[in-house]
């Protein structure tokens, strides 16, 4: 982990350009020796699961750069098992711990896969003769104060069952797109699997077909119903949706499903994505009643077709009703909106300045762009022309990102939204304007109005206020945004969740603020607050949906 000639080498092999690598070091000395490691922090280290932590780097750590690029904090783990422990008595000096695949793929699980997909990659392979049945990631977490939050469960969580208050049939959920974790409800617990990942390659949904047999299998489980994402298109819906059909034309089923499809006893309940946020965080809180969830990550299928992302919904597991979001814009380009933040920046200074803005090179979004580029968006933004409507938050902190100057194009989903996080000056506690504008009509939801927010940033940064000012600023006109939504709908309990709160900061601040005003604040813990949380709240919202329907079993 000292050699930057070394990590470079893995990066390009693994196709990992920046985002931050895992260190193993011997134990809690050496963890010491590269990071800020309290108690708390310590007894989770050593403790049996053995998760990676990500803990704030020390500036005497030693360390390559391009191990963790731009980021304030390492992830740092200890020696979970025997080989481990006789490679770090050996070398002794922190090593690069990552899984053995390449980006979006799962692990290889034996030594002639290993050699096909990583030959390119490895120098040498140590084997042994005992088989691997199934992968399984590290898990990885941070803590906030002595709480650890798991952000990835996997090794040492999972598959262990989380109680739930109410009696559930056996319910299957196939989990979300990416960070993909595949849920079975039975009785008063809900059994997570490990992360399976991005569900972006035929290797990746044939891992997550072997995940589902084995739940099924391990628990002799009878499903009654599958649940599943709202998204047409994401392939765990597509493979429900075949599973529910009895069709083993593009695949074997497992038996339990494959006999109660043929007798019409499997039932399908769509989930919409944002619902299972609230209702995944109520449920691992084990919160009776309903609360104002505060949903926020990058992409999620909309009741109405649109891309939702900046929800806020009051309801439980039985329903919801969304009280606000964040005021709509386009998308350029859709996807490619999500790799390059300079895009959603773009459109949202059309949205404020018109076209006039396309000749603003003092703006490095435009700037960015050449002079064809930048009058092609416009167009797509004016027309709509594969430009979708969003109310995303993640997608908004990719373009306060691309204004203060970070990542016009990210290496890796949250890259410019984890950098700007760490840019925040933690002593700033001002804020930007975030007006809550009520709905425009019965039955819409009010908004969060990010105009004057941008306004102000952006008159910020023609004063010369400093990134890491500005950065403050934003963080904290989100929580305040919360907090008058809290206020407006009147429920004593809000509820967080989201790929939006793995942001340290935005958590800590909107915990704080909404505690001094007397609500209870409910946050994920050991059940991620991104997509790998989605499996449980399938299973609840189903749960809940079969009840009405008086199916018990």
């Not at 049945?133 to 803590?143: I, K």
């Not at 077909?209 to 002799?220: H, I, Q, S, T, Y």
């Amino acid at each position: 982990a000292r050699s930057t000639h070394a990590v470079a080498r893995l990066r390009a092999g693994k196709v990992r350009r920046e985002k931050p690598l895992a260190l193993m070091v011997k134990d809690g000395a050496a963890a010491r020796a590269l990071c800020e490691v309290s108690p708390a922090a310590e007894r989770w280290l050593l403790s049996p699961e053995a998760p990676i932590l990500l803990l704030p780097r020390l500036a005497s750590a030693a360390v390559a750069p391009n191990v963790a690029p731009e980021s304030t904090r390492l992830g740092v783990m200890l020696p979970s098992t025997p080989l481990h422990h006789l490679l770090l008595e050996a070398v002794d000096v922190p090593l690069v711990a990552t899984s053995g695949n390449l980006s979006d793929e799962p692990i290889a699980t034996d030594e002639e896969e290993a050699v096909a997909r990583l030959g390119h990659l490895a120098d040498l392979f140590l084997v042994h003769d005992r088989p691997v049945e199934r992968h399984a990631d590290d898990s990885v977490g941070w803590l906030h104060g002595e709480e650890l939050q798991l952000l990835r469960r996997a090794r040492g969580f999972a598959p262990l069952p989380v109680p739930v208050a109410p009696k559930l049939p056996t319910v299957l959920a196939v989990g979300a797109h990416l960070k993909n974790v595949v849920g079975l409800g039975l009785g008063n617990e809900v059994v997570l699997s490990q992360h399976v990942g991005d569900l972006e390659t035929p290797e990746a949904l044939a891992a997550f077909e072997r995940v589902v047999a084995d739940l099924l299998r391990l628990w002799e489980a009878a499903p009654v119903a599958i649940a599943h994402d709202l998204h047409p298109d994401y392939l765990s819906t597509r493979w429900a949706l075949r599973a529910a059909a009895g069709d083993e034309s593009e695949g074997a089923l497992p038996p339990a499903l494959l006999a109660a499809a043929r007798e019409g006893r499997l039932r399908l309940v769509p989930v919409q994505h944002h619902h299972a946020h609230l209702a995944s965080c109520l449920a691992e809180n084990e919160a009776d009643g309903p609360g104002l969830g505060v949903t926020w990550d990058g992409t999620g299928y909309g009741t109405d077709g649109t891309v939702w992302g900046g929800e806020l919904l009051l309801g439980d597991a039985a329903g919801f009703t969304r009280v606000a979001s964040l005021r709509p814009f386009r998308l350029p380009g859709g996807d490619a909106a999500v790799k390059e933040p300079r895009r959603p920046a773009l459109a949202l200074l059309l949205e404020l300045f018109g076209e006039g803005v396309l000749d603003r090179g003092d703006l490095a979004p435009v700037a960015s762009f050449s002079p064809t580029e930048r009058a092609l968006l416009a167009r797509m933004v004016a027309t709509g022309t594969r430009s979708p409507v969003t109310t995303s938050a993640g997608r908004l902190f990719d373009a306060v990102a691309a204004l203060v100057g970070l990542h016009p194009k990210a290496g890796f989903e949250g890259q410019a939204a984890m950098a700007l996080e760490a840019l925040a000056d933690p002593a700033e506690r001002g804020a930007y304007p975030f007006p809550l504008v009520p709905a425009a009509a019965p039955g819409a939801p009010a908004l969060l109005d990010w105009g004057p927010l941008l306004l102000a940033l952006l008159e910020d940064g023609a004063r010369g206020v400093e990134a890491s000012v500005r950065s403050a600023r934003f963080h904290n006109a989100l929580v305040e945004g919360i907090g008058a939504v809290a206020r407006f709908t009147g429920s004593p309990r809000v509820v967080l969740s989201g790929g939006c709160f793995q942001n340290r900061l935005l958590v800590a601040r909107t915990r704080e603020h909404l505690a001094a005003e007397g609500f209870e604040v409910l946050t994920h813990r050991l059940v991620p607050p991104n997509d790998g949380g989605i499996a449980l709240g399938q299973v609840m919202v189903a749960g809940a949906t079969l009840a009405k329907n008086g199916v018990r079993s």
